[in-house]
């Protein structure tokens, strides 16, 4: 007799198996994030970068549906899909159908994504954030998932939830994605920096200079955009803008699942800042975090900024 995990792990092999095998095109273009590291934010930017600043075209389509995500794009069964859904949005986008260059989000780790990115030398776009913002961050999206699925399962406080984020434990399944995984996401396309289909970019330089990092990211995407509209798309995708844009605000995520209004409550445009971590961090807690964040960068020469 096959036990329901049972049945539940073959789906997922054949799931992984599916986006794995994947057939990619060479002009794809793929945004690679850990979660909470800015992929909302890579959604407004990426499209008014490759469609040279035109902001009427993207106004009325959902980030969503502008950059899907690859996994949940190619999942159709059911169970899995449900289980993905505690992921991101639960919406079927043919991905077939889409013209290209087609452009592709992800939070999957390397091992998990299309072998033929490889193959292709598909363009990748890695966003790195510091972990200490990120575990604030994931904090107040577990929190919010939590008090909707049951409120007396909320953590207390956040020093009650980074334990379960630095080290996931069997029993702290809310956690979702773990710090310690974290350090395999971030250290691979670390490595992988130099390569020329490969851009790394930190959320916290895109703090400092958004003009910048858009420029940047249009010379890696070979789109040629005047420094106007450069510095429009800039401004476009600024917290404080994105912030008042509804559409940049649009989630099913948050409607659907969350049953909250994206509008006021959204955990994917929620605070923006690089050092937020700080209201929230004891002393303890930072040395716990600190004990652990060394051991998993000891190897490397990652330099994450911790503050601006
Ligand atoms: P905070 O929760 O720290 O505010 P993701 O989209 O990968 O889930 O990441 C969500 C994080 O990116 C949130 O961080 C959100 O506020 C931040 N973010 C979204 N848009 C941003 C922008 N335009 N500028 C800076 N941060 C942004």
Redesign the pocket.
């Given at each position: 007799m096959v036990d329901a995990e049972t049945i539940a792990n073959s789906r997922i092999d054949i799931q992984v198996d599916k986006i794995r095998r994947f057939q990619v095109r060479s002009d794809d273009i793929f945004v690679i994030?850990y979660?909470?590291?800015?992929?909302?934010?890579m959604k407004e930017l990426v499209p008014l970068v490759l469609n040279g600043g035109d902001i009427e075209a993207i106004k009325d389509k959902a980030p969503d549906a502008r950059m899907p995500y690859i996994d949940f794009a190619l999942t159709s069964d059911l169970l899995v899909k449900n289980m993905l859904s505690d992921f991101g949005v639960n919406e079927d986008f043919d991905l077939n159908k889409r013209m290209s260059p087609r452009t592709m989000v992800s939070h999957l780790e390397a091992k998990y994504l299309p072998q033929q990115i490889e193959e292709k030398k598909c363009k990748v776009i890695y966003v790195a954030r510091n972990p200490k913002?990120v575990a604030?961050?994931c904090f107040?999206f577990v929190q919010a998932l939590l008090k909707r699925i049951d409120n007396s399962q909320c953590y207390k406080s956040f020093s009650a939830f980074l334990p379960d984020f630095i080290i996931c434990k069997n029993d702290a399944q809310h956690v979702i994605y773990d710090g310690s995984l974290w350090k395999d996401h971030v250290l691979h396309w670390w490595s992988r920096r130099h390569d020329s289909n490969v851009l790394f970019m930190f959320y916290e330089d895109m703090?400092q200079d958004l003009t910048g990092n858009t420029r940047k990211m249009a010379e890696f995407l070979e789109v040629k955009l005047d420094d106007n509209v450069v510095e429009k798309i800039a401004d476009h995708?600024?917290?404080d803008s994105?912030k008042k844009n509804p559409m940049a605000l649009k989630s099913d995520y948050c409607s659907q699942r969350l049953k909250v209004n994206p509008t006021h409550d959204s955990?994917?445009?929620?605070?923006?800042?690089v050092g937020?971590w700080k209201n929230y961090f004891t002393v303890a807690d930072n040395e716990l975090f600190d004990s652990h964040y060394k051991v998993w960068i000891k190897d490397s020469d990652l330099k994450m900024q911790f503050d601006l």
């Amino acid at each position: 007799m096959v036990d329901a995990e049972t049945i539940a792990n073959s789906r997922i092999d054949i799931q992984v198996d599916k986006i794995r095998r994947f057939q990619v095109r060479s002009d794809d273009i793929f945004v690679i994030t850990y979660p909470k590291s800015g992929t909302t934010w890579m959604k407004e930017l990426v499209p008014l970068v490759l469609n040279g600043g035109d902001i009427e075209a993207i106004k009325d389509k959902a980030p969503d549906a502008r950059m899907p995500y690859i996994d949940f794009a190619l999942t159709s069964d059911l169970l899995v899909k449900n289980m993905l859904s505690d992921f991101g949005v639960n919406e079927d986008f043919d991905l077939n159908k889409r013209m290209s260059p087609r452009t592709m989000v992800s939070h999957l780790e390397a091992k998990y994504l299309p072998q033929q990115i490889e193959e292709k030398k598909c363009k990748v776009i890695y966003v790195a954030r510091n972990p200490k913002d990120v575990a604030v961050s994931c904090f107040h999206f577990v929190q919010a998932l939590l008090k909707r699925i049951d409120n007396s399962q909320c953590y207390k406080s956040f020093s009650a939830f980074l334990p379960d984020f630095i080290i996931c434990k069997n029993d702290a399944q809310h956690v979702i994605y773990d710090g310690s995984l974290w350090k395999d996401h971030v250290l691979h396309w670390w490595s992988r920096r130099h390569d020329s289909n490969v851009l790394f970019m930190f959320y916290e330089d895109m703090k400092q200079d958004l003009t910048g990092n858009t420029r940047k990211m249009a010379e890696f995407l070979e789109v040629k955009l005047d420094d106007n509209v450069v510095e429009k798309i800039a401004d476009h995708c600024s917290f404080d803008s994105m912030k008042k844009n509804p559409m940049a605000l649009k989630s099913d995520y948050c409607s659907q699942r969350l049953k909250v209004n994206p509008t006021h409550d959204s955990p994917f445009v929620r605070k923006g800042k690089v050092g937020g971590w700080k209201n929230y961090f004891t002393v303890a807690d930072n040395e716990l975090f600190d004990s652990h964040y060394k051991v998993w960068i000891k190897d490397s020469d990652l330099k994450m900024q911790f503050d601006l």
